[in-house]
């Protein structure tokens, strides 16, 4: 399951702004998914993950109330919808996916096998 990202770009404080993540392979179905970022300077964060069936989705704190995770398996995609935008949301977000058939959501990123480019998203003030 190789992810492939899209939809960043630059956008004001409070904005909303959807990245989306495709993926080709038929076992997309199997995979857990995972939103990671690397803003300027700093190490890459968890942001948000969802389990193959989607029943399960979890949040780091700092965009918790603010972030929407989903997947539509039926079109290999997983989107990340992010609202009430701040500054320091900028970073490149990256997209993950790991074969997993389990109702856990995986925070790590040592836990995920394939990752994507990564797509720029810059609030600015």
């Known amino acids: 399951v190789q992810p492939v990202e899209s939809g960043g770009g630059l956008v004001h404080i409070g904005d909303s702004l959807n990245v989306s993540c495709s993926a080709t392979s038929t076992m997309f179905e199997s995979a857990a998914m995972g939103w990671f970022r690397r803003p300027p300077g700093k190490e890459r964060e968890f942001v948000a993950g969802?389990?193959?069936?989607?029943?399960?989705?979890d949040y780091a704190d700092s965009v918790k109330g603010r972030f929407i995770i989903s997947r539509d398996n039926a079109k290999r995609m997983v989107y990340l919808q992010m609202n009430a935008l701040k500054p320091d949301d900028t970073a490149v977000y990256y997209c993950a996916a790991k074969l997993a058939l389990t109702n856990y959501v995986r925070t790590r990123d040592y836990e995920y096998e394939k990752w994507g480019q990564g797509t720029q998203v810059t609030v600015s003030s």
């Open positions: 969802i389990t193959w069936d989607g029943r399960n989705t």
